[in-house]
C-alpha cells in the first residue's frame, strides 16, 4: 500500500510525508501516526501496530536470510552440475580423439568456473554471461536434437533432449530466480 497520499483513517486528511504516517499490518489501513490514542493501537482492529510492524519486519528479515542461503546453494548445486555437464563433453571428444572439441570443452570448463567463482562474489556481468551462455548452449542442444531425430539416432537424441531441458531449467533458473539475486545482492555494499 502507498502511504504517502493515502487519507488517514482518523481525520481523513491526506498523509504528505511518510515519516507521519503509519500503516497497520494486520488490517492495512493508513493513518497519521499523531492521529493515534496514547496507547499506539489501530484505530480500527485496535492491535498494536507498533509491535505488530517489528513481528513482520523480524519475519520479513528471516525470509530474506533463508531466501539468501537458498540462492548460494542454487549457484553451487548449478554450478557443479553444468562444469561437470562440460567435463563429460570433454571425456567424450577426448575418448573419440576429437582434439578440438576436447580442447573447446576444456576451455568451457575453465570458463564456466571462472564465471561461477564471480557470479557467487556478485558480480552482475558473471550471471549475464552465464545466462547468455545458456541460452547459446540449449539452442544447439535444440540444433543437436532435430539432426539426431532426422537421422534416426534415438538414444542421442534422447541425449539431445535431456541436454536441451538441463540447459532451458538453468537459463530460467539464473536469469529469473530471485533468489539467486538476493545472494548477488548481499555481497553488494550499500552507497
Given at each position: 500500500?502507498?502511504?504517502?497520499?493515502?487519507?488517514?483513517n482518523?481525520?481523513?486528511?491526506?498523509?504528505?510525508?511518510?515519516?507521519?504516517?503509519?500503516e497497520?499490518?494486520?488490517?492495512?489501513?493508513?493513518?497519521?501516526?499523531?492521529?493515534?490514542?496514547?496507547?499506539?493501537?489501530?484505530?480500527k482492529?485496535?492491535?498494536?501496530?507498533?509491535?505488530?510492524?517489528?513481528?513482520?519486519?523480524?519475519?520479513?528479515?528471516?525470509?530474506r536470510?533463508?531466501?539468501t542461503?537458498?540462492?548460494?546453494?542454487?549457484?553451487?548445486?548449478?554450478?557443479?552440475?553444468?562444469?561437470?555437464?562440460q567435463?563429460?563433453?570433454?571425456?567424450?571428444?577426448?575418448?573419440?580423439?576429437?582434439?578440438?572439441?576436447?580442447?573447446?570443452?576444456?576451455?568451457?570448463?575453465?570458463?564456466?568456473?571462472?564465471?561461477?567463482?564471480?557470479?557467487?562474489?556478485?558480480?552482475?556481468?558473471?550471471?549475464?554471461?552465464?545466462?547468455?551462455?545458456?541460452?547459446?548452449t540449449?539452442?544447439?542442444?535444440?540444433?543437436?536434437?532435430v539432426?539426431?531425430?532426422?537421422?534416426?539416432?534415438?538414444?542421442?537424441?534422447?541425449?539431445?533432449?535431456?541436454?536441451?531441458?538441463?540447459?532451458?531449467?538453468?537459463?530460467?533458473?539464473?536469469?529469473?530466480?530471485?533468489?539467486?539475486?538476493?545472494?548477488?545482492?548481499s555481497?553488494?555494499?550499500?552507497?
Amino acid at each position: 500500500m502507498q502511504l504517502v497520499g493515502s487519507n488517514c483513517n482518523v481525520c481523513e486528511q491526506p498523509i504528505r510525508y511518510a515519516p507521519d504516517g503509519g500503516e497497520c499490518p494486520a488490517c492495512a489501513i493508513a493513518f497519521h501516526t499523531n492521529c493515534l490514542p496514547e496507547a499506539q493501537q489501530c484505530p480500527k482492529c485496535r492491535g498494536a501496530w507498533r509491535d505488530m510492524l517489528a513481528s513482520r519486519s523480524k519475519e520479513v528479515a528471516e525470509k530474506r536470510t533463508s531466501d539468501t542461503a537458498s540462492g548460494r546453494r542454487l549457484i553451487i548445486g548449478w554450478g557443479v552440475a553444468l562444469v561437470a555437464l562440460q567435463a563429460l563433453a570433454l571425456v567424450g571428444a577426448y575418448l573419440e580423439g576429437d582434439i578440438r572439441g576436447a580442447s573447446m570443452s576444456l576451455i568451457r570448463v575453465v570458463v564456466l568456473c571462472v564465471a561461477f567463482v564471480a557470479m557467487y562474489g556478485g558480480y552482475r556481468w558473471a550471471r549475464a554471461w552465464i545466462s547468455i551462455s545458456l541460452a547459446l548452449t540449449a539452442l544447439m542442444s535444440l540444433s543437436a536434437l532435430v539432426k539426431y531425430i532426422q537421422q534416426p539416432n534415438l538414444a542421442l537424441a534422447a541425449a539431445a533432449g535431456l541436454l536441451l531441458a538441463v540447459y532451458t531449467a538453468a537459463f530460467f533458473y539464473f536469469a529469473l530466480s530471485e533468489r539467486i539475486t538476493l545472494h548477488m545482492n548481499s555481497w553488494r555494499v550499500t552507497e
